[in-house]
């Protein structure tokens, strides 16, 4: 069964590269920058992530349940002097683990490490305007999925543009 799962996550990867072009000549996930929410009852999750500079873009994450943080974690897309791509991830802030960039395609990413515990997998991907994660065990086990809407934060720092009128 394993096999079958090592096979799905090979054809996935080949159905993801866009182009013939190395990993090295894909660009940042642009597509990835701004602020994005979601919520399923009491639970939440949030992301935020930079605008692509310096050959590498940031990001934020928290999840909680309630008004309870329950995790977050720094992340950091970053393309290497060598000229691939990884992702790193500290959750809490701690130790950062490295995840290489697996596949990449103008709208889709997938990082992973299969010496990680767990996640393995860590995977990004656009549907319309919504931003799709997921993060699994390398052979897609395990998958958690989180389905993020755009967040509009009336200008680049989060506070009302300029101008613009907020109720009392």
């Given at each position: 069964m394993k096999s079958h799962g090592i096979v799905h996550a090979l054809t996935l990867a080949g159905a993801l590269v866009a182009s013939p072009a190395l990993a090295e000549?894909?660009?940042?996930?642009?597509?990835?920058?701004?602020?994005?929410?979601?919520?399923?009852?009491?639970?939440?999750?949030?992301?935020?992530?930079?605008?692509?500079?310096g050959g590498m873009m940031l990001g934020i994450g928290r999840e909680g349940f309630g008004p309870d943080v329950k995790s977050w974690e720094l992340r950091r897309i970053q393309r290497k002097p060598d000229g691939s791509i990884s992702y790193f991830a500290q959750p809490k802030g701690g130790t950062a683990v490295e995840?290489?960039?697996?596949?990449?395609?103008?709208?889709?990413?997938?990082?992973?490490?299969?010496?990680?515990?767990?996640?393995?997998?860590?995977?990004?991907?656009?549907?319309?305007?919504?931003?799709?994660?997921?993060v699994s065990r390398i052979d897609g086990s395990?998958?958690?999925?989180?389905n993020y809407r755009p967040v509009a934060t009336g200008s680049e720092d989060g506070r009302p543009a300029a101008g613009a009128t907020q109720s009392p």
């Open positions: 000549d894909r660009p940042l996930p642009e597509w990835l920058r701004g602020t994005w929410a979601m919520e399923h009852g009491s639970a939440w999750a949030e992301e935020v992530w930079t605008e692509p500079r995840f290489p960039m697996a596949v990449s395609s103008d709208a889709a990413i997938e990082f992973a490490n299969a010496a990680h515990d767990f996640p393995q997998r860590i995977r990004y991907w656009r549907e319309g305007q919504l931003l799709m994660t997921e395990d998958a958690v999925r989180f």
